[in-house]
């Protein structure tokens, strides 16, 4: 699993760490029920504070991509569709990019994409 | 195919040597037996257990066959790959030498004396048995043969991953060992039926040790700015790094356990080392001194690629600092 971080990035570190690890669900190179490395070990390894790397893990855990189990540490989540739902993630933090590159207010994409659920069936 | 065979051929050589001794000596012997025989002593050197003539020479050479076959395939897939059978071939020496001493001797101990509770069997016996030990490991050494000059694997393209300038990264990955691990499990389960049925120190050791190897069997491997770690899957201690600076160069192959490095776990062989904990993908890191380190792991590929690309920012970063070129 690789994780990079641009500590010149406009974008969060704990967004760029919790971006690595989903790109390792989405693409198959971490597979469900696997841990990912402490937060601790991961935070010197990177060179950032460790509660960053647990912002990350945190947001991972509101996707629903990992479960932070007690004794266990970070675990991604057993599901068969883990790696399809990294990549629907993925794809909405790229959606909601495009939006705001053009200008898009929250609720006029929120209302776009209710149409698509609408219509789509 | 025909260096394979010879060195099959000579590691089994002194089992069957063996063998032969103990058959031997007991054909010379058998008629000047006490039945059952004295066959286990302890440091007193006076007989503690006994067993059946039939019992006794089952046990001595179905040991020396099951051991006899062990090394013999162990040296036939390693003379396949590169690896250094010549220790492995001094030591199946040392072992049938030992065994080989041990088991007439004992038969000897027995000759001439009518009860067996009378044989002894003193502690002297033992130096001489090691004795034997040795003078055997010099002569399978001998007849080993030079070791072959560790022609490595066809070795991977060094890679190189993209990394903008400010940009941190690390690679981490878990590998497990299935054989450790079973033989651990193993190990421990009979241990601890053992320690419970008949007591608890003949299944404690055997306990321990399978705890062990069940612990030993993973590791986390992880590539940063520090080098390569390699730590236990949980806890962070005991640790293994391999610090930048003395890393020249990270490639990836294929590598088999027992071909290339005649076993699993931590392996030394002439010229490299490496954890190896199953057959496969692995990192392969050519040190500063020249040596080689392996580390098994999958997506080796990723892990090298990033490994050179920091040793390239180190090296940039020294030569910035420092004028003058580093000794």
Partial sequence: MLFTVDPGSPVPLGDQIAASVRRAIADGTVHPGERLPAARALADSLGVNVHTVLRGYQRLREEGLIELRRGRGAVVTGAATSAGRARLVEGVLGLVGQARAIGLSDDELLALVRNGLAGGG | ?327
């Fill in chain 2, 1 to 327: 195919m025909h260096h394979s065979k010879r060195r099959t051929l000579v590691i089994a050589l002194p089992f069957a040597l063996a063998c032969a001794a103990v058959l031997t000596t007991y054909a010379a012997l058998r008629d000047r037996l006490p039945d059952p025989l004295a066959t286990h002593f302890p440091a007193s050197g006076k007989a503690d257990g006994f067993s059946g003539a039939g019992s006794f020479l089952a046990v001595a050479i179905a040991l020396l066959a099951v051991q006899g076959a062990i090394f013999a395939v162990l040296a036939h897939r390693s003379s396949r790959g590169t690896g250094s059978p010549r220790l492995m071939v001094a030591f199946a020496y040392g072992v049938s030498g030992l065994l080989g001493y041990a088991f007439p001797a004992t038969l000897f101990a027995n000759a001439d004396v009518p009860d067996a509770a009378d044989v002894r069997f003193p502690m002297w016996q033992l130096a001489v048995a090691l004795a034997c030990a040795l003078t055997a490991g010099g002569v399978g050494r001998l007849l080993a043969g030079a070791d072959a000059p560790s022609a490595a694997g066809p070795a991977g393209e060094p890679h190189r991953l993209p990394l903008g300038k400010g940009e941190a990264a690390g690679w981490t990955r878990t590998v497990t060992s299935g054989v450790l691990l079973a033989v651990g499990l193993g190990l421990a389960g009979v241990g601890a039926v053992l320690a419970f049925t008949v007591n608890p120190g003949s299944g404690l050791p055997m306990a321990v040790v399978g705890a062990l190897a069940v612990l030993l069997s993973g590791c986390r491997v992880t590539v940063d700015r520090r080098g390569l770690t390699v730590s236990p899957p949980v806890v962070r201690l005991p640790r293994l790094r391999v610090p930048l600076g003395r890393i020249e160069e990270a490639t990836s192959r294929r590598v088999d356990a027992v071909g290339d490095f005649g076993g699993w776990g931590y392996r030394i062989r002439p010229g490299r080392r490496g954890v190896v904990l199953r057959s496969g993908d692995a990192l392969c890191l050519r040190l500063s001194t020249g040596k080689e380190f392996v580390v098994t792991v999958d997506d080796a590929r990723t892990a090298a690629a990033l490994l050179n690309t920091l040793v390239d920012r180190a090296r940039a970063d020294l030569g910035g600092d420092r004028p003058a070129a580093a000794g």
